[in-house]
């Protein structure tokens, strides 16, 4: 898959970079990666792309990171023809190397965290610790374990459409996957540790953090087109899961580079 990889930072420790991996001309799977180091993939775009490694398939989204260890091989399958970004930390020591990979479900505030310290490297300002910090509390995130059935349904779904369709009902939802909305809600929670709704909340306020740090200022047409009634019901929203206003967030990552 082609990529653009742009280094930021290199240290005795790891380093980081930015990349992009254009959209692929078909949706099949990709030929076997076999990694030479140890590396965390931390997303700071939109994607739905399922990752095959041993027996095992995750549904990866634009909260989900990834860390590989080394020698680990693994396939790709891209659900979208979009290009896919990512801050992409190598050669980081883990407190516990996994013998498979580990994929786990970023918070908001951990997203941002991540997007913030992209932003920080980008301008050239020193942020090892910053980078350090994510990748420790990784390590103690909930692992994802590969999903199945409805509840892999109906995640796809929402990370396909959320930053579209985010009036979507949970009725609706458990509909498209042939589930009744109390069995879907139940399941979801169990196997991903977020309600519906979460998920979906959490999508959308990733997908307005893309917008800011590709530039666009717009915060009221954020707003509008993620489904918020109105800007301050998305500032409200962004700062009760995310700790910063909309406002210092428009300042820390539309700054110039």
Known sequence: MPQERTLLHAG???????????????????????LASRRIIFPTGRTVLDVRCGRGTWLVDGLTAMHFGEAMVYQLRLAARTARHSMVVT?????????????????????????????????????????ASLVDELSRSRAQAPLTGAVARAKRLLAETADREARLSVHE???????????LARSFRQQTGLSLHQYRQHLRLAAAMERLTAGDADLAGIAHDLGYCSQSHLGAVFRREVGVTLGDARRTLTAQI
């Open 173 to 183: 939802v458990a509909d498209a996957v042939s589930r009744s909305p109390f069995h």
């Open 12 to 34: 005795h420790e790891f380093t980081v970079e930015h990349v992009r991996a254009h959209a692929p001309e078909g949706t099949d799977w990709s030929a076997p990666y076999t």
């Open 91 to 131: 050669g980081h020591r883990m407190p516990c190397e996994a013998a498979a990979p580990v994929f786990c479900l970023l918070s908001p505030a951990s997203l941002y965290r991540v997007h913030a310290a992209q932003q920080r490297l980008r301008a050239g300002r020193e942020c090892a610790d910053a980078v």
